[in-house]
């Protein structure tokens, strides 16, 4: 019976455990959005993942949507996250870099006064947004045109070009939770005509684009997918999520990427649904799980087959060590959610290490 603790063939290389650590947003790269050493000693705590995936990294500049998110598209940048990747391998990890561009959750006031851009001028309504002027509204985004989504790619491939100089294990594109490339996917926000607009095989073509845009640079055995079609998070909804994730589950396997990463809910719990069935049933590459997982059930997805690995994201978090405390049946800290997005380390590399207690000796 396969467990959370035996070794995975992701892609190019095999993984020492199914135990992942999602993409976290931690908002600790500063206003020039630079990777630094206080993120190189939160990653190299929790190495023994089996795969980290780092947080939500811009692709390209002026495209914030978290004020003090990291960037991967200067030299800066590159040597910035070049810190992290030699710490996570210098303790025995793998970690890959998720590329993104926030599309209508970019704000102009975190971006020199950029109007956002998306599929279509919907604006965000559900959410607001942290800026230096305090939590303000999301402002109406400009739909791209056609002509201009040749350069998106190009950004992306660029971003995958500079993960890799930075010492990446690979790229994990970000497909979910209402940013350009999901907001381009899901029929909610996607109210355009022309090639990227109407069928489902139009919405996901810019999807696709990026997907290809890196492999190209790394191989499609280094390239993951993120995916969140049930989530409402950044005022999203899409008419028909069980379909649309079994359909797309069934096209990406031409890519033979190196994982697909599925969110199974809703944030805000507006949307159900059972998406994790029909995407096993159609996918027949790596299915990574994510939203919401104990142990336990982490376990029994992976022993039923029907994940092959399960990203946490809270609890690796709080856990720096998870994978040992899972093993082990350890008590987990709770993680603090003041600290989620502040400034330096407290609530970042603080959190501390389960130490097993010693075996008691017979009298």
Request: charged share 20%; glycine share 10%; aromatic share 10%.
């Amino acid at each position: 019976m396969t467990t959370l603790f035996d070794p995975l063939q992701l892609g190019a290389f095999s993984v020492p455990n199914r135990v992942f650590m999602a993409p976290l947003t931690r908002a600790r790269a500063g206003e020039a959005h630079l990777p630094n050493a206080m993120m190189a000693e939160h990653y190299a705590q929790r190495a023994s993942a089996g795969l980290l995936i780092a947080e939500a990294t811009m692709a390209m500049a002026g495209n914030s949507a978290f004020w003090k998110e990291p960037g991967i598209h200067s030299q800066a940048q590159v040597e910035g996250w070049r810190l992290v990747t030699d710490a996570v391998h210098a303790a025995g990890g793998r970690i890959f870099l998720q590329i993104w561009h926030g599309g209508r959750a970019c704000h102009p006031d975190l971006n020199g006064d950029a109007q956002p851009v998306a599929p279509s001028a919907i604006a965000i309504t559900s959410d607001m947004v942290y800026t230096p002027k305090g939590k303000v509204a999301y402002a109406v985004p400009r739909a791209l045109r056609d002509d201009e989504l040749p350069g998106i790619v190009a950004g992306f491939r660029q971003a995958a070009e500079n993960a890799k100089a930075a010492g990446f294990d690979g790229v994990e594109v970000h497909g979910a939770n209402g940013y350009l490339l999901d907001a381009f996917l899901r029929d909610g926000s996607n109210q355009r005509s022309g090639p990227y607009g109407g069928s489902r095989e139009n919405r996901a073509r810019l999807m696709f684009e990026v997907i290809e845009a890196a492999c190209s640079v790394w191989g499609s055995d280094r390239v993951g997918l993120r995916l969140s079609p049930l989530n409402s998070f950044n005022s999203m909804i899409d008419s028909d999520p069980v379909g649309l994730t079994t359909w797309l589950a069934g096209e990406l396997n031409r890519f033979k990427l190196a994982y697909l990463h599925l969110m199974r809910g809703d944030f805000k719990g507006l949307q159900k649904g059972d998406l994790m069935t029909p995407a096993r049933a159609a996918y027949r590459g790596v299915l990574v799980g994510n939203m919401g997982y104990s142990g336990e059930e982490a376990a029994q997805a992976v022993a039923a087959g029907q994940l092959d690995a399960v990203a946490f994201g809270v609890p690796f978090l709080a856990n720096p060590d998870l994978p040992a405390r899972l093993r082990a049946g350890a008590p987990l800290n709770k993680a603090n959610p003041a600290t989620f997005y502040t400034e330096g380390p407290a609530g970042y590399t603080d959190y501390p290490y389960w130490q097993p207690q010693p075996a008691t000796q017979p009298a």
